[in-house]
């Protein structure tokens, strides 16, 4: 049924959006850094436009905070006050958000405020922390647009099981962040709120789809925040803007409520993680939600608690320097042989693993995205007449397969991932230390690859894409050369396309990937390395 002009009702969101901004948390023109200057991180300290308490607020972890609001030495109305403030100032710079709901957030934080007051006790264990949210969480009166026209208006009914949990805990819901059409592109970009740039540097992309989040949060514009991932969406944004995620197995952490771009594609599911400035952190988000017990909520959530786990003093990793279908780019590369060198330092033991089985596990995905020829992309599309983004020209171009066919990618999807596991056995290794993608970041609208996360999507296995320290180096980190034979067409275009001036200064991330439902696990093998590294 068509619903309207789509240019006419992204305007009137954009619009919208534009009025929930109150101006005394604007910058003001005068303090606006130039359009040409590229990285803004550094605009809350230099620009003299927020307070030196806000500032010390919006600075600290979220487990610098948590203490601080659970005794009442910080009130929540301050702290969420604050984020808001920073957050506006990220949009400004930005343009990370989708949703606000200030109001509200600040009458849950003076609730929360009073309930301390009046009995001496936190709600739980995030008491007064504001949490930012990628757009897809169905927050209620809040639209849940992901990119398309079409949802703009359809204001979700309730709460996702997710926010349900998380306010339960204390958490503030203040705002919610883009992401592309469908939350299938690899950049934050739609036609509703436009293209979401990387606060490190805007020439280059935040990733997506929680490139929202990713730019929000390495503004500090959220102290934490939750993406979620079906080909990479939290491992992308993360590394593209230098932060820890955690793409936990599906089951872990509750699904239910939240709007998808393909609703009902569940040949590879999306799972949803949090996005944070500190290990510490990500790891404090997962007791809590873990904690809750989760599948009291959702009935796909498995009844796992959160375990601790007792690591052998040496572990033995599998090291893969490429995919075999994109070589890294040389800082991503250089990244990957200091983490490597600094392990075996350690005493830990590492060994080669091949990326024979990778192109496989990329191909299964794309298969699973593009099953049902791209109608349910192109049905949204066509109640408004929005057109069709460059970026995904694999769905319009895509053919519909039948039930038989479909039946048989899924046991393709099984052998494959048997095939993986008996591999894994074989090799004897804790975990997988690779790239989170070929790049550092890249040039807005240049990136081309997903494989390094989408295949561990398909084996549904627990990875954090992790910051390893270095950082682009333009004398150092030089581009291949003519000399270089690319594995690929693809790796072609990379490398060619690969501008270490545009990148350089830029933090690099790996991915380290451990066996499904291994996230706590995976969590400690990071602190192994990140003690490594350091």
């Known amino acids: 049924m068509a619903k309207g002009n789509w240019e006419e009702l992204a305007a009137k969101k954009r619009q919208q959006l534009e009025s929930s901004l109150p101006e005394e948390w604007r910058i003001p023109s005068h303090l606006l850094p130039p359009a040409d200057q590229d990285d803004v991180t550094g605009f809350p300290e230099s620009s003299g436009w927020f307070t030196a308490e806000e500032l010390a607020i919006t600075n600290q972890t979220a487990a610098e905070l948590l203490p601080k609001l659970a005794s009442g030495e910080l009130k929540s109305e301050t702290v969420t006050r604050a984020f808001c403030k920073r957050a506006v100032a ?6 990370c958000l989708s949703e606000t709901c200030f109001e509200r957030a600040l009458a849950t934080a003076r609730s929360l405020d009073e309930h301390l007051a009046r009995t001496g006790k936190p709600t739980g264990p995030l008491h007064g922390l504001p949490v930012s949210l990628k757009d897809n969480f169905n927050l209620a009166g809040l639209d849940a647009t992901v990119g398309f026209a079409s949802h703009v208006g359809d204001a979700a009914a309730s709460d996702a099981a997710l926010a349900e949990l998380l306010g339960a805990a204390g958490a503030v819901f203040y705002v919610k962040t883009n992401v592309p059409t469908a939350m299938m592109i ?27 989040e990713s730019a929000l949060i390495a503004f500090r514009g959220s ?14 944004p993360a590394a593209c803007v230098g932060i820890f995620t955690l793409r936990p197995s599906f089951g872990r952490f509750p699904t239910l409520g939240c709007r998808s771009g393909m609703p009902g ?36 959530c498995l009844p796992i608690p959160w375990r601790a786990v007792a690591l052998p003093p040496k572990l033995r990793f599998g090291v893969m320097w490429d995919d075999g279908m994109a070589q890294p780019t040389p800082p991503v590369t250089r990244a990957l042989r200091h983490a490597v060198a600094r392990l075996e330092a350690a005493g830990h033991e590492v060994v080669e693993w091949s990326s024979q089985d990778q192109k496989d ?30 970026e995904m020209r694999m769905y319009e171009e895509a053919r519909e397969i039948g039930a038989l066919e479909y039946w048989q990618l899924h046991s393709d999807r099984q052998y494959y991932q048997k095939r993986y596991l008996d591999r894994w056995l074989r090799a004897g290794i804790d975990a997988i230390l690779c790239p989170t993608t070929p790049y550092s970041s890249v040039e807005n609208g240049k990136f081309k690859h997903v494989g390094y996360t989408g295949v561990y999507n398909v084996l549904d296995y627990s990875c954090i894409s992790f910051p390893s320290g270095v950082t682009v180096d333009k004398s150092v980190d030089v581009a291949l050369g003519d000399s270089y034979k690319p594995l690929t067409d693809l790796d072609k275009t990379i490398q060619s396309e690969y501008n270490a001036k545009s990148v350089h200064g830029m933090p690099v991330n ?9 996230e706590e696990k995976c969590v400690e093998m990071c602190k192994v390395v990140l003690n490594a590294l350091s």
Request: charged share 20%; aromatic share 4%.
């Open 90 to 95: 990220a949009h400004q710079l930005t343009n």
């Open 186 to 212: 690899a950049e934050t970009v739609n036609n509703v709120f436009g293209r979401t740039v990387n606060p490190l540097s805007r020439r280059l992309t935040s990733g997506g789809s929680s490139g929202g």
């Open 223 to 236: 102290p934490l925040g939750v993406g979620t991932d079906i080909g990479g969406s939290l491992r992308i």
């Open 265 to 300: 594609q569940e040949a590879v599911n999306s799972v949803n993680g949090p996005l944070t400035r500190t290990l510490a952190d990500l790891a404090l988000y997962c007791e809590a939600v873990v904690g809750a017990s989760p599948w009291r909520l959702d009935p796909r």
């Open 361 to 390: 596990g990329r191909n299964l995905l794309n298969r699973m995205f593009v099953a049902d020829g791209g109608k349910a992309i192109k049905r949204e599309l066509g109640r408004t007449g929005e057109p069709m983004r460059p």
């Open 510 to 518: 790996l991915q380290l990937v451990a066996q499904r439902l291994e």
